[in-house]
């Protein structure tokens, strides 16, 4: 039987948000060979977009694949199904009902295409090539301008019956609170913990804080670089933003550890740059509100993949995926 010769083999991973696309040529080392970018906001059906996708991709592949095995291709999509290679009633994108999108790819590309949605991609992307090799129990959490998150037992990723487990940023950390700005939902964890909710929390507490550094920007620049740009000159205001979403955080965070028991929790995305103004919050609020038999057990660790790229490496993880 022929070896095969795994360091030849590249994967193409496709991070596909409502405004831009990202994909890349990525190697078993998780080295990108080759990356690019598209807008999916101008394409009003998906067989358009598709087409432009192949014809930014397909030299890239000529370009870097010609002494090399291209395997497959692994998107991360909002509301992508694992099990059915489908992209199921996304909010923010243009195609709406369900979308087919991974039978398209494989009639477009001619190879085997898998998909997850983007959390989910980041938590296997952490698993192959960042913080956490060599775990099999880990939660990822993904604080951007939502929340998202990757559950993984036992070196698997939850799916869950129908393709959709893990939707951890739509837990209720404080019911009957914040009105969530698109499910409506009260009081939910992205509605707290997001870059979002992180600006929504600094303009009503610069509202009670005359003298608040918050209150030298502009209703529209008030957002979490701007509050953590306050927090290092020292505002207390901007200190007490991190702070209550660090407990709220924490909350959450306690809950998940006592579902599944983890290893680490990993965090990841922009919200994270604010560093221990909001880790310590978190520490703290997580251990207080954990049973003595899960306490000083779970490690809270930032993810270790360049932001730009952990996408990209994360779809892509899906194609070395058993």
């Known amino acids: 039987m022929a070896l095969i010769d795994l360091s030849r083999q590249v994967a193409l991973g496709i991070d596909i948000g409502g405004t831009n696309t990202k994909f890349g040529l990525v190697n078993h080392r998780g080295e990108i060979l080759a990356k690019g970018a598209m807008k999916t906001d101008i394409h009003e059906t998906v067989e358009g977009f598709i087409d432009e996708l192949y014809q930014n991709v397909q030299p890239l592949i000529e370009d870097h694949c010609a002494d090399k095995l291209f395997e497959g291709i692994g998107v991360g999509a909002p509301n ?59 939660i990822m959490i993904t604080l951007g301008t939502g929340v998202g998150s990757g559950i993984v037992c036992g070196g698997r ?40 909710g992180i600006a929504i929390t600094a303009k009503k507490m610069r509202a009670e804080f005359p003298e608040s550094m918050l209150n030298e920007y502009a209703e529209e620049e008030i957002n979490s670089k701007t509050v953590h740009e306050c927090a290092l000159k020292g505002d207390p205001t901007a200190i007490e933003v991190f702070r209550y979403t660090g407990q709220k955080l924490g909350e959450a965070l306690a809950n998940f550890v006592m579902f599944s028991s983890p290893e680490a929790i990993l965090l990841f995305g922009g919200v994270i740059r604010a560093g ?9 609020h997580m251990e207080r509100n954990l049973l003595p038999i899960f306490r000083n057990k779970v490690k809270l660790v ?19 995926e058993k």
């Open 157 to 196: 990723l939850v799916y869950g019956h129908d393709g959709f487990a893990g939707e951890l940023g739509h837990a209720i950390v404080k019911p009957g609170g914040r009105k969530h700005w698109s499910t409506g939902s009260e009081g939910s964890l992205e509605a707290y913990a997001s870059a979002t």
């Open 302 to 320: 930032f993810s270790e993949l360049n932001e730009a790229d952990a996408a990209i490496l994360g779809a892509s993880a899906l194609v070395w």
């Open 276 to 284: 221990d103004f909001i880790l310590k919050p978190t520490k703290l």
């Open 80 to 138: 992508a199904n694992y099990y059915t290679g489908t992209i199921e009633q996304a909010p923010n994108l243009n195609w709406k009902g369900i979308v087919p999108f991974a039978a398209l790819m494989e009639e477009k590309f001619g190879k085997p295409c898998k998909m997850t949605n983007d959390a989910n991609a980041a938590a296997l992307g952490e698993m192959m090539y960042g913080a956490a090799r060599g775990m099999k129990d880990f």
